[in-house]
Each structure stands twice: as C-alpha cells, then as structure tokens.
C-alpha cells in the first residue's frame, strides 16, 4: 500500500488504529493528528500503528504533515511518523482484496 510514509506490508496491518479524515489542511483535522503524533511513544508501547486516510493525494499529504508539525510545534514537539494513505488508493486496495477473496 503507498502512502506518505512509503510502502507498507499487508504483515504490518496487525495491531492498527485507522482514522479517516474529510481533507488535509482542515483546523481540526490538523490539531488532532499533531496530537496522535505527540503521543506516537504510548501507541508504540501497546504495539499498535496507526495510519490516517485523507481524501487528498499523496503530494497534499506531505504539505500537510509540514503543517501538522508546525502548528503542532506550538503546543509540544509534533513529528508525523505515521503514514496517511490517500482514499483513492485505499479504495482501490479494498477493491484488490475484494477481487482477490471472491476468486478463491
């Protein structure tokens, strides 16, 4: 799956906390993800990832993480790790899967 952090193994979706979101650069949007990636240690402690989806593309993502991380930087340190998947390829991921479980 790409994302705005690489690409990431079907292996690697275990333990997840997905979350979508309407569009990048929205004022509550922004101040609740520079929060989720504050508190990047307690997610990391329970073993549990965790991916944003925004209906945006991946290009918009890496504006965004800038901007999460500045806005972010007024509260505490902020530094988006996590990856957030564009919707359109998250569509076409459930789609793939879809196909996939009805050939077998």
């Known amino acids: 799956m790409y994302?705005?952090?690489?690409?990431?193994?079907?292996?690697?979706?275990?333990?997840v906390i997905l979350f979508s979101?309407?569009?990048?650069?929205?004022?509550?949007c922004t101040t609740e993800l520079?929060?989720?990636?504050?508190?990047a240690d307690d997610f990391a402690k329970r073993n549990v990832?965790?991916?944003?989806?925004?209906?945006?593309?991946?290009?918009?993502?890496?504006?965004?993480?800038q901007d999460i991380n500045d806005y972010g930087a007024k509260v505490g340190p902020t530094d988006v790790q996590f990856p957030i998947v564009s919707t359109l390829l998250f569509d076409l991921l459930l789609s793939v899967i879809s196909l996939v479980s009805d050939c077998r």
């Open 3 to 15: 994302s705005s952090h690489s690409s990431m193994a079907a292996s690697d979706l275990f333990q």
């Open 21 to 28: 979101h309407p569009g990048d650069f929205t004022p509550v």
């Open 34 to 39: 520079g929060e989720v990636a504050r508190r």
């Open 49 to 65: 990832k965790v991916i944003g989806i925004s209906a945006n593309n991946l290009t918009d993502h890496h504006k965004w993480i």
